[in-house]
């Protein structure tokens, strides 16, 4: 269950994996599901994909990772504000050595994880804090707390995420709003099929390490109300963070 009072709900990447997951669960109540993602085909099936809902869901067609797609996205913001929850789902990869990569490549995943995030953050608060009323879920990865060999830029951003998260939620509790960060750990979706953020040999992780994007968010959204601000769900990954910050120690002289 979620608040009643939570009607406008915008999504980033709602299209597949988690982000369908996200909107699949949220579909069960009346609300108006604001879904941002750039293949037209996969936004506008959505509807038939989840079947028979409750919430009028909404396509936008934008490419996050552009100046133009960003203002777009800010300009929906501006019209159907309030809007009550913002979750921050997009994400992107690209597998290989920091030094051997495509330049654009990677800073096309700052662009889509940090600008569009701050962005998209930005245009929403000024309503919450109107309202006195919002929740955001920033999602991350586990691979925010640990090194991410071959998607340095990737694991990065979660960082930036992490820290960001953290450092907002105090600044805005005053007026009435939640800030999350979800932390999946290894989630059976295209981006894990893909490889691009296979930092750990997945054939050599333990299985209690995967989870699937149901439980995921079904965490995610039974902590909405909660005081904490990470959620790390699914089999040991709450204990793969704890290993990594224990090793974080190590390297401090
Ligand atoms: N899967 C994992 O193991 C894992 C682990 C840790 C964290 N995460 C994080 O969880 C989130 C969701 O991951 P996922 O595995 O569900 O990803 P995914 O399967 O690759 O889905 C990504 C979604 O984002 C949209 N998207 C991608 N690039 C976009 C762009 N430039 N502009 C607008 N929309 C864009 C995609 O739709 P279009 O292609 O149509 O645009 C799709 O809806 C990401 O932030 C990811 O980093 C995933």
Known sequence: MIHKRIQTVLITGGSSD???????????FEI???????????VYNLQRRIGPTCASIEPVLA?????????????????????????????????????DSNLAA?????????????????????????????YIINVSSIGAFTAMRRAAVYGATKAFLSSFSRSLRDEVISYGVKV??????????????????????????S???????????QASLEALESEKLF???????????????????KLIH
């Open 180 to 205: 999350q960060c979800l932390c999946p750990g290894m989630t059976e979706t295209e981006l894990q099929n893909s490889g691009a953020v296979s930092y750990l040999e997945a054939s050599s992780m």
């Open 32 to 42: 108006t599901l604001i879904v941002v993602a750039r293949d037209e085909k996969q």
């Open 106 to 134: 990677q800073l096309s995943i700052v662009s889509l994880q940090i600008d569009a995030t701050l962005s998209l953050i930005r245009g929403v608060l000024p309503f919450m804090e109107e309202q006195n009323f919002g």
């Open 63 to 99: 490419d996050l990772s552009t100046v133009a797609g960003i203002a777009l996205v800010q300009d929906i913001i501006r019209q159907r504000s309030p809007v009550d929850l913002l979750i921050n789902n997009v994400g992107c990869s690209a597998h290989g050595s920091f030094a």
């Open 207 to 217: 299985d209690r390490l995967w989870a699937k994007p149901k439980v995921l968010v």
């Open 18 to 28: 988690l982000g369908e997951e996200f909107c699949r669960q949220l579909a069960q």
């Open 231 to 249: 959620v790390i769900a699914g089999g040991d990954n709450l204990e793969a963070v704890s290993t990594e910050v224990v090793k974080l120690k």
